[in-house]
């Protein structure tokens, strides 16, 4: 018979949203560190396909959780977004984005995770999910492990999503992804530290944008390269899809060298995003999801701060349920729709609908009229300084005071 491990608490995944779940609860409740573990299936340092943009919001989570930044980082202080109808350039100054590589990153999270006290058990992949009663039990290839409470922090594919809340595919996006080496004193990205999207894919079908993240890769400069998709029609398979996403993204940086783009498998990477949505639930009996394996932005594809926002969450909520409070679970449920990430998400999942639904050019001209206007909804998004956390009537006064009276946007 194999043998039965158990833990008041399982954290199914240590990548950002495991990670930063274990974070916030050891902060505020250390005395919890041999009750909880993380299992992960591979080992850190470990490749995760993402381009590696920390918003604002992000960095304002790791203040918030006492850590440095420790990785090599490139800070982005301009962008460009190209649509069919027209250039947008955003340039205030301060940051609008900071480019790591996700191996190095996340291992340094879980080193911080490992010295607040989580005990992480990689190599260890989980398998399968099922709870009755009150228990939940998880079959891994390391063994069975017990718990009366079970964290879904494994991504965009969630084994725990599939076993205990289904396979539904609908809000699955998909990203392409390549690294390009390049001259830094050729490179506007480096030149300027500037990011790139670029909407006018939207035009040939794809309901998302390419982009170019300025990056390095042990030390030397290269551009990030990638396209996201959030609606991949599910006819055609992934393969044609991939060779669709791939064309555009050649279309969309024709100076640059990505003739082999495509050639064979190795000159790039897909993964899936899911993104949230409104109608599914995060909470089923003791079994919670956060990060991707509930749901990220489905406008850009950004999950790392919704990872972080989850953590946070879902730390309070496995706090409160630890000390006997019944409702812990179904709040952190309430707290993911109804909450400032729940209302930020729908806003975001309203404006995918917009620009890249039938009348996006119309959208994109509407979004290039007023530049404080864009600096608003830049700051939104980016969550400087809490912005994003503001109730809906102060963010349409602050619109209406930028906007039509010329005041600062901050
Ligand atoms: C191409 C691409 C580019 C992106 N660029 C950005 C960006 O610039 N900025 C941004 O904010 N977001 C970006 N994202 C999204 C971002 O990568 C995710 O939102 C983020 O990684 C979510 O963190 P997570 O912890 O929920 O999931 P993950 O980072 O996927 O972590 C899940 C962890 O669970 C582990 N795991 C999975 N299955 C199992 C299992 N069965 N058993 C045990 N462990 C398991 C995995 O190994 C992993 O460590 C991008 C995504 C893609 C695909």
Redesign the pocket.
């Known amino acids: 018979m194999r043998s039965v491990t158990k833990y008041d608490v399982v954290i199914?995944?240590?990548?950002?949203?495991?990670l930063a779940t274990a974070l916030y609860l050891l902060r505020s409740r250390p005395d919890f560190a041999a009750r909880i573990v993380a299992?992960?299936?591979?080992r850190h340092p470990?490749v995760?396909?993402?381009?590696?943009?920390l918003?604002p919001k992000t960095m304002l989570a790791l203040r918030e959780l006492g850590l440095e930044l420790e990785v090599p980082a490139v800070e982005v202080v301009r962008g460009v977004a190209r649509t069919e109808v027209g250039d947008v350039d955003m340039y205030r100054g301060d940051p609008l984005c900071t480019v790591v590589r996700r191996d190095e990153f996340d291992a340094s999270l879980a080193r911080a995770a490992r010295q607040a006290g989580l005990e992480i058990i990689e190599n260890?992949?989980?398998l399968d999910v099922a709870q009755s009663q009150g228990e939940v039990r998880l079959t891994t290839d390391r063994g069975i492990f017990e718990t009366g409470l079970v964290v879904g922090?494994?991504?965009?594919?969630s084994?725990v999503r599939a076993s205990i809340f289904g396979q539904a595919k609908e809000s699955v996006g998909r990203?392409v992804?390549t690294d390009l080496p390049v001259d830094p004193e050729r490179t506007p990205e480096f030149l300027e530290r500037r990011y790139r999207f670029d909407f006018r894919c939207v035009g040939a079908g794809v309901s998302g944008y390419a982009w170019s993240f300025p990056c390095l890769i042990g030390g030397r400069p290269h551009l990030n390269l990638?396209i996201y998709d959030q609606l991949p029609p599910h006819r055609g398979g992934d393969g044609a899809r991939t060779g669709v996403l791939l064309e555009e993204l050649r279309r969309a940086f024709p100076e640059l060298a990505l003739e082999a783009l495509g050639k064979s498998a190795a000159t790039f990477k897909a993964?899936p995003?899911r993104w949230f949505n409104a109608a599914e639930r995060f909470t089923r009996g003791h079994v919670m999801l956060a990060?991707?394996?509930a749901g990220?932005d489905p406008l850009m594809?950004?999950?790392?701060?919704?990872?972080f926002e989850h953590g946070r969450i879902a730390a309070l909520a496995i706090a409160d349920f630890l000390q006997g409070d019944a409702d812990a679970l179904a709040r952190y449920d309430r707290e993911l729709h109804q909450g400032a990430l729940g209302r930020k998400l729908r806003m975001l999942a309203f404006a995918a609908r917009r620009f890249y639904g039938p009348r996006h050019r119309w959208f994109f001209r509407l979004a290039r009229i007023s530049r404080k206007a864009q600096q608003v909804g830049v700051d939104w998004f980016n969550g400087a300084e809490h912005f994003d956390e503001l109730p809906i009537t102060a963010l349409v006064a602050k619109w209406v005071g930028a906007v039509l009276f010329d005041r600062p946007v901050r």
């Open positions: 199914a995944g240590a990548g950002p949203a495991g299992l992960e299936k591979s470990r995760k396909v993402c381009a590696g943009g918003i260890c992949r989980l922090c494994d991504g965009s594919g084994r990203a992804m990638g993964f995003i990060g991707d394996a990220v594809g950004e999950g790392i701060s919704c990872a």
